[in-house]
């Protein structure tokens, strides 16, 4: 079972959703493990509210993007860090 993201469960209360209804962490790591590191935050941020978690409500997306955006930083701190020969 999916951990919920920290955050959407009260975002999803709010939104009038029923419990269970969010964007679970996996499939974001999922999707963004298929981004190339140099992609822009903007482009990443685009892709998730139009394309990924566009059928969500407006608090939803919002996390969702917070989310892949801290994704998407991870990968490329470790992209950094691994290219400093530090493996």
Do not use: C
């Amino acid at each position: 079972m999916a951990r919920p993201i920290h955050g959407l469960t009260d975002a999803a209360r709010a939104a009038g959703m029923p419990a269970g209804r969010y964007i679970p962490r996996y499939q974001i790591a999922w999707a963004l493990g298929r981004v190339h590191v140099s992609t822009t935050a903007l482009e990443v941020a685009r892709m998730f509210w139009h394309k990924r978690a566009r059928h969500y409500p407006r608090p939803i997306k919002r996390a969702a993007v917070r989310v892949a955006l801290q994704e998407h930083r991870k990968n490329r701190d470790l992209y950094a860090w691994v290219m400093r020969g530090n493996l």
